[in-house]
């Protein structure tokens, strides 16, 4: 080990005693900072994470590598030095492991000097430093491999120049190979191999965060090879050609082969292996989640994962086929033999072929695929079935890829967030396929439905309810197999442990009355116990065997993991509108986005509540833009929410009020909205708009003069009515914010909470405007730019931050409490001589108010009623592109918080979280890359102070022991 080291420091003293550790040095941090700031455009990009950094680290590290070997061995044979070391009392491989050493040393001093870059993403935004800490691994390996080419090349000549050329083409070569435009023009299966071979596509599978073993052992064989190669040359030159060294040089280049050969099986024995590796990225974002392990567990049935892909297909698709391949093996092995995964090629296998074109509906996709030899189309396959018993699901291209433009120009296109739309395709099979009895068995307590009921103060209507509930639980008793249990707790039976009171201060539950005038009061009250979760059950309608037994399966289901969750909403009527000349005008009350959203995790109904009932197997209940709504329909918000059920209320103040007679967009005030009850729980939307300086544009028609004639023209202008919340307007601890870059609310009103109501209550502030916002009362919203020329509205009194949205969890206090209830309205007839009032006759027994929920109770409340307006959405389109998308995953991202479906939310996030960078001025931005280039030059200087010192000092370094060196 002394001579290694004696090796290395007399090259390195070689190095630093030149200009050429300077000169390298600093052409390697200026290509790096030059990439990274302007080629990549950094600042522009708002991202906080180091990627530019290491998207051409692959191909500088090329050029460095062979500056600094072409010499090593190539100056030692034209100086004629080469022949003292190989006299030396110094094995081969000591040479050439001290040679390499130093190269290497060299190598990480410039890679160091490029670690202030992530230290100054850091400062600027939450940068994740798992793929930093990969990025750098990554770069140590590929140039220990380029190091050992480059010394291998270099011990072949004398020539300095080409052994620099030749280290470039030979580490170019091993770049290329597995880079997309070169396997573009092969098919998939060989595609891969290339990639399996390329240092590029190995170097981008660790940078991304993932320590492969296959990854480790690739570059470690392959700097091995070329360094056992390095000793064979340097031995070859003591050879002679004669025949008595024939074995000897037989036996040596036979030992080199079999080495390459083993090291070679190795890696091809280690490929299939995809589980050996360690996941650094902070949300192990390329590892299964808790989530879908936990879901795997729960199969009973086989489930077969399938994907179909072509082996020629799109060169942009290509390079996800082996992600999609790896993640598909991943959950076969996690589930311990209950998942099949197969790969087919239809075009191959015409049975298979048939069958998905026929059974799934799967269709090949046409492709548009261009060269310098024109265009042509490509029929591909590029999907994935999930199927579990009769149930099956397929995603298409269209539904797990993502394209991103570059600034090459070349779109950049790779997928979305895998695990998660592999995890919701088979939680959607899962749970479609499952029956009742399915649900209990997958129990692991079983559950207890408990009836409260007072028996002696029951109506007159209700009095046969407690037999037909107990017979309906009884039937599902029977076959639930020890995993369900029934009890009938009469309060105010004699010995009961179970009191009126006890209901009151335990499950916080209040006796209904029997009638409006009647001072008897009773309960009738199921609560369903599963898993530890309790759920309150209030059947609406009749008491029939069916519309109970439907509100206890739904129940059942509610409570047990991996079933599919029902999402009533509630949108306004469209009633159709007419211009000025009696035609047709569009629609201005479409939400047919967010269904669409929300029918990828969740069955959807549209539910009517004019029955002043929510029907028993809604999950949560999410209203978009309430208006018009008569009593009965606020009185079935108001009791669903009593039972401690989740709603979601897009409740703004303004909605969109289209001008029949220009056709130009307005808003008008909520008439008969939900205004008094929010306001009755505490929460107050007020009646004023919310500006902000920090919004979205808008197309918005402005009107110009020019020379006397007014023009009419359509601009994107700053909108201050679109207001913008950046995540320093969200609280990122909320799993329903976590993920989101930005949230646009459109023509949004503040909230205000009242303290003394909300005492008790888990209150979480959702989304605030910037300190730069400000109110308006008045309700036109067309820009006068002419008299406010930058923002197009009047700066109107004190701007700060305004309450746009928040969430609240506990008890709430009915709205109609004390209130008659509009179940038992009145009719009204007439006569020629009288207006006389007399009581409707119910056609079913009402059940009285509940006057107090649970604490399981969920509230969001969000002061725009149309930031999920279809209309709003294709004006956003048209200007930010898929902007508007941010909406509709906040509006889920509720849905999943109020059914307590935390898991998807969390693998979503996985793969969604934006690390952005705090907003910067140009002056901000130039400071920190001044700030790093004067870092890398300070390096530089150092280097260089340290070449001043060994110029001075000229001392030689004793590379073998002091008796060789006397001598």
């Not at 729960?298 to 489930?303: A, N, V």
């Not at 009749?542 to 991996?562: N, P, Q, V, W, Y």
Request: hydrophobic share 45%; charged share 20%.
């Amino acid at each position: 080990m002394r001579q290694i080291l004696a090796i290395t420091r007399k090259e390195l003293n070689s190095y630093f005693g030149s200009p050429m550790a300077l000169i390298f040095v600093g052409a390697f941090l200026a290509a790096m900072l030059f990439t990274f700031f302007w080629a990549d455009a950094f600042f522009s990009r708002g991202v906080a994470d180091v990627r530019p950094l290491f998207r051409w680290m692959p191909i500088l590290t090329i050029f460095l590598v062979a500056a600094l070997t072409m010499r090593q061995w190539s100056e030692e044979q034209q100086t004629g030095t080469l022949e003292i070391l190989l006299t030396l009392p110094a094995r081969q491989v000591q040479l050439v492991l001290g040679k390499f050493l130093a190269a290497m040393v060299l190598v990480v001093v410039a890679l160091a000097l490029t670690f202030f870059l992530p230290i100054t993403v850091a400062f600027l935004g939450d940068l994740d430093w798992g793929p930093v800490f990969g990025g750098y691994l990554a770069a140590i390996l590929m140039a220990a491999a380029y190091v050992a080419i480059g010394l291998f090349i270099s011990s072949r000549t004398n020539n300095q120049i080409v052994a620099l050329l030749m280290t470039v083409v030979v580490g170019g070569l091993f770049y290329l190979i597995g880079s997309p435009g070169v396997t573009a023009f092969f098919g998939d299966r060989v595609a891969e191999v290339m990639r399996a071979i390329g240092s590029g596509s190995r170097f981008e599978s660790i940078q991304r965060g993932v320590i492969d073993l296959r990854d480790l052992v690739y570059y470690l064989s392959l700097c091995g090879l070329f360094l056992m190669l390095n000793v064979i040359s340097l031995d070859s030159l003591r050879w002679s050609r004669g025949a008595q060294t024939r074995t000897y040089r037989q036996t040596l280049l036979l030992t080199a082969v079999l080495v390459a050969l083993n090291l070679g099986v190795l890696n091809i024995w280690l490929y299939p292996l995809k589980t050996a590796r360690l996941d650094l990225t902070a949300q192990r974002e390329y590892s299964l989640s808790p989530t879908t392990l936990a879901l795997l567990n729960t199969l009973e049935e086989p489930l077969l994962m399938r994907g179909y892909f072509s082996e020629r297909t799109h060169p942009l698709l290509a390079p996800l086929v082996p992600t999609i391949r790896d993640m598909l093996e991943e959950y076969r092995i996690a589930s311990n033999g209950k998942v099949t995964v197969e790969i087919v090629d239809p075009l191959k296998d015409p049975e298979k072929g048939n069958e998905a074109v026929q059974t799934y509906g799967i269709q090949p996709t046409p492709l548009q695929i261009a060269d310098r030899y024109g265009a042509s189309v490509v029929n591909a396959y590029f999907d994935i079935l999930v199927r579990y018993g009769d149930k099956y699901e397929t995603l298409n291209f269209r539904d797990l890829i993502e394209i991103q433009p570059s600034r090459t120009g070349m779109p950049e296109v790779r997928l979305r967030n895998l695990e998660y739309d592999l995890t919701r395709a088979v939680k959607r099979v899962v749970s479609g396929f499952q029956s009742i009895d399915a649900v209990l068995a997958s129990l692991q307590q079983p559950a207890t439905l408990t009836l409260y009921v007072t028996s002696s103060t029951l109506p007159a209507g209700l009095k046969e309810a407690p037999q037909i509930i107990q017979k309906v639980a009884n039937q599902i008793q029977e076959r639930a197999n020890g995993k369900f249990t029934f009890e009938t707790v009469d309060l105010d039976a004699p010995g009961s442990k179970v009191t009126r009171q006890t209901m009151v201060e335990q499950f916080g539950l209040q006796p209904i009355a029997v009638s409006l005038f009647s001072d008897q009061t009773y309960y009738l009250h199921m609560v369903l116990q599963v898993e530890g979760n309790k759920q309150l059950l209030y059947p609406s309608g009749d008491m029939s065997e069916a519309t109970l037994r439907s509100a206890i399966e739904s129940a059942l289901k509610r409570g047990a993991r991996g079933f599919l969750k029902v999402v009533g909403v509630w949108t306004p009527p469209d009633v159709p509108q007419q211009n000025m000349f009696g035609q047709p005008m569009p629609s201005f009350k479409q939400y047919n986005s967010i269904i669409n959203q929300l029918q990828q995790e969740y069955q959807v109904r549209r539910v009517d509540l004019s029955t002043g009932q929510v029907p028993p197997d809604i999950d949560v209940l999410f209203v978009i833009a309430p208006q018009g709504m008569t009593d009965k329909e606020r009185y079935a918000i108001d009791q669903y929410l009593m039972r401690g059920g989740s709603v979601i209320l897009a409740a703004g103040n303004y909605i969109l009020n289209p001008d029949p007679f220009s056709g130009s967009l307005g808003v008008q005030e909520v008439k008969d909205g939900l205004a008094d009850m929010l306001a009755a729980y505490g929460i107050t939307v007020e009646k004023s708009l919310v500006l902000d300086l920090q919004n979205e544009p808008f197309p918005v028609q402005v009107e110009r003069n020019l020379g006397g004639l007014q023009v009419r023209e359509i601009q994107a202008i700053n909108y201050p009515f679109f207001v913008d919340i950046r995540p320093s307007g969200m609280d990122r601890q909320s799993p329903i914010l976590s993920s989101l870059p930005a949230v646009t609310l459109n023509w949004a009103s503040p909230i205000t909470l009242d303290e003394s109501k909300n005492a008790g209550r888990q209150v979480t502030v959702l989304l605030r405007s910037s300190p730069a916002s400000w109110l308006r009362t008045n309700t036109d919203i067309q820009p006068d730019l002419q008299t406010y020329p930058e923002v197009g509205f009047p700066v109107e009194g004190e701007q700060g931050s305004r309450v746009l949205a928040v969430a609240i969890q506990g008890r709430f206090e009915s709205y109609f409490k004390g209130k008659p209830s509009p179940l038992e309205a009145t009719s009204v007839q007439t006569d020629t001589n009288q207006l006389q009032m007399q009581p409707q006759q119910p056609e079913q027994p009402t059940f009285g108010t509940i006057e107090r929920s649970p604490e399981t109770a969920r509230l969001i409340v969000i002061g725009s009623a149309e930031f999920l307006n279809d209309i709003v959405f294709d004006i956003s389109a048209m200007l930010s592109g898929d902007r508007y998308l941010n909406s509709l995953q906040f509006a889920q991202n509720c849905v999943d918080w109020s059914v307590e479906d935390l898991e998807l939310l969390n693998i979503r996030s996985r793969g969604t979280v934006s690390r952005l960078l705090m907003p910067l001025t140009e002056s901000q931005q130039s400071f920190w890359e001044v700030l790093n280039y004067l870092v890398a030059l300070l390096g530089l200087m150092g280097i260089g102070v340290l070449w001043r010192v060994r110029r001075r000092s000229e001392q030689p370094i004793a590379l073998l022991p002091r008796q060789v060196t006397q001598s």
